[in-house]
């Protein structure tokens, strides 16, 4: 069993920045991939991103250049530093693990997921 627990949501206004983080417990074998998440008002959750501990990143077109997730192994933390912060970026934003294929689109591989964080970006 894993536990995820993300912080850092917040409102900012659009252009701004904004780091969030994922606290993870208990399997930390889970922890080989891991990925944000998000899920905008009124809409299906999708994947933005993903880090495995070989060192690939991948990222959604939607915040490629924008983003960028990390992982400190060592604090058992993951992070997603978001910049140029857009309203459209607005959503619940979500950590997650254990994807046997890594893939951000594949939100049904991830088998455990934290509880969410909000963002909000007003314009």
């Known amino acids: 069993q894993v536990q995820l627990v993300e912080s850092g949501g917040d409102s900012v206004q659009s252009g701004g920045s904004l780091r969030l983080s994922c606290a993870y417990s208990?399997?930390?074998?889970?922890?080989?991939?891991m990925g944000w998440f998000r899920q905008p008002p009124g809409k299906e959750r999708e994947g933005i991103a993903t880090i495995h501990n070989d060192g690939t990143k991948t990222y959604a077109d939607s915040v490629k250049g924008r983003f960028t997730i990390s992982q400190d192994n060592a604090k058992n933390m993951l992070y997603l530093q978001m910049n140029t912060l857009k309203p459209e970026d607005t959503a619940i934003y979500y950590c997650a693990a254990h994807s046997p294929s890594c893939w951000y689109g594949d939100l049904t591989d991830f088998s455990y997921w934290g509880q969410g964080t909000p963002v909000t970006v007003s314009s």
């Open positions: 208990g399997d930390t074998y889970s922890s080989y991939c």
